[in-house]
Antibody
């Protein structure tokens, strides 16, 4: 069974940093492009970042470039998102999601909540 | 970036009736369109891809159609568990993946 379990969210002050993690199991993690998608409270889904299976390529939403860094550790079946210089508008549930070829998000974790507030 | 627009924002339908949700792309995405269902407090779940292909385990009452810029998700006979949020997403020009703003399907 495919499982994606996020962790690392919490309450952080504006300008602070967090490192989000996603533990994957039930599939060959190293074969898949992985992603972060976020959802602000009461809002829709916003793609954040993607990383290819061997970390050769990373992609970011234009509005987030420079503050967010995606990475993965295939030996540990884990995905990470380093988020820096956080702003109130970054408050959201951050989902880890697997993508199959062409860009279809076929499995999602339950998400981790990031709250940016003073 | 391709912009996805869903309509209506909220759809009120009685159980047992048919629901039709629309999604429009700002430019052609061919058939590279997916639909997701999200229930309160849960992660999104893949429903359809390729505009009309049901994901594993999705009941046959769900169907998708369309190509280019106009797409439709139809639920033929609404069950109580179908009342949820629905999002469309294009993957023709990925990255970025872009989602519609969602349609809330509520009980009438």
């Amino acid at each position: 069974e495919v499982q994606l379990v996020e962790s690392g969210g919490g309450l952080v002050k504006p300008g602070g940093s967090l490192r989000l993690s996603c533990a994957a199991s039930g599939f060959t993690f190293s074969s898949y492009t992985m992603n972060w998608v976020r959802q602000a409270p009461g809002k829709g889904l916003e793609w954040v970042s993607s990383i290819t299976s061997s970390s050769s390529y990373t992609y970011y939403a234009d509005s987030l470039k420079g503050r967010f860094t995606i990475s993965r550790d295939n030996a540990k079946n884990s995905l990470h998102l380093q988020v820096n210089n956080l702003r109130a508008e970054d408050t959201a549930v951050y989902y880890c999601a697997r993508i199959v070829p062409r860009g279809i998000f076929d499995f999602w974790g339950q998400g981790t909540l990031v709250t940016v507030s003073s | 970036e391709i912009v996805m627009t869903q309509s209506p924002a909220t759809l009120s339908v009685s159980p047992g009736e048919r629901a039709t949700l629309s999604c429009r792309a700002s430019q052609s995405v061919s058939g590279n369109l997916a639909w997701y269902q999200q229930k309160p407090g849960q992660a999104p779940r893949l429903l359809m891809y390729g505009a009309s292909i049901r994901a594993t385990g999705v009941p046959a009452r769900f169907s998708g159609s369309g190509s280019g810029t106009e797409f439709t998700l139809t639920i033929s006979s609404l069950q109580s568990e179908d009342f949820a949020l629905y999002y469309c997403q294009q993957y023709d020009n990925w990255p970025p993946a872009t989602f519609g703003q969602g349609t809330r399907l509520e009980i009438k």
